[in-house]
């Protein structure tokens, strides 16, 4: 039988993250037509109401129940208001290895919110699941997203070439693919060790990891 996370919420100071309800749907929507989102990621564009009804009732939470990862929704403790979302994904449960993906809403960027969710959900992999690795990758010109794996302490390890495509705006406003190399990150217990206690002093820019099985 296939070993699955459990079905959590994760608190920090100023975040919950939890799994996705239908609830979600309209700022799941919103958040997924950002034009940085559509750019970084492989998730439809336009992102319809039905994608991300989609996405939080069926598609999220079948991660969990096949044992492929997790999906939870970032949300602010104090207004409950959708900022983000993190995504384990790819996970091998023998060697204890999973992949990280990110996004956070518009509004929300600047305040270290992808920071400090990936840093809560690499506490809880380590610590509560025994986990021996997180990875992550991420577009060679995402500038962002890198800035929130170096925050969190992960270590840069290579190059995957021409290994993503991206997505570009045309001058009439459309999009077209690009292709692009991907940055491979990993983090390790003791690299999150080193960080213990510097979570209140990050700040990120808002990041866009890789998510090419959004659909």
Known sequence: MTPTFPDISISTDRLVLRPF???DVPA?????????????????????????????T????????????????????????????VHLRNTDWRVRVTEVG????????????ACESVQAVAQWLFRDQRFERLELRTAADNTASQQVAQKVGCISEGVLRNAWIARTQTEDGGW??????????????EDLEDLA??????????????????A
């Not at 510097?198 to 890789?210: H, L, R, S, V």
């Open 21 to 23: 309800d239908e609830a």
């Open 28 to 56: 799941l929507a919103d958040m997924m037509n950002d034009e940085l989102v559509t750019a970084w990621t492989s998730v439809p564009h336009p992102y319809t109401r039905e994608d991300a009804t989609a996405w939080a």
């Open 58 to 85: 069926r598609l999220a939470p079948a991660e969990r129940t096949a044992g492929r990862g997790l999906v939870l929704a970032v949300t602010e403790f104090l207004t409950q208001r959708l900022v983000g979302t």
């Open 102 to 113: 990110y996004v956070t809403a518009p509004w929300a960027r600047g305040e270290g919110y």
């Open 176 to 189: 077209t693919d690009i292709r692009t190399d991907l940055i491979v990150w990993s983090l390790l217990p």
């Open 197 to 214: 206690g510097e979570t209140e002093q990050m700040a990120d820019a808002g990041g866009y990891a890789a998510y090419p099985d959004w």
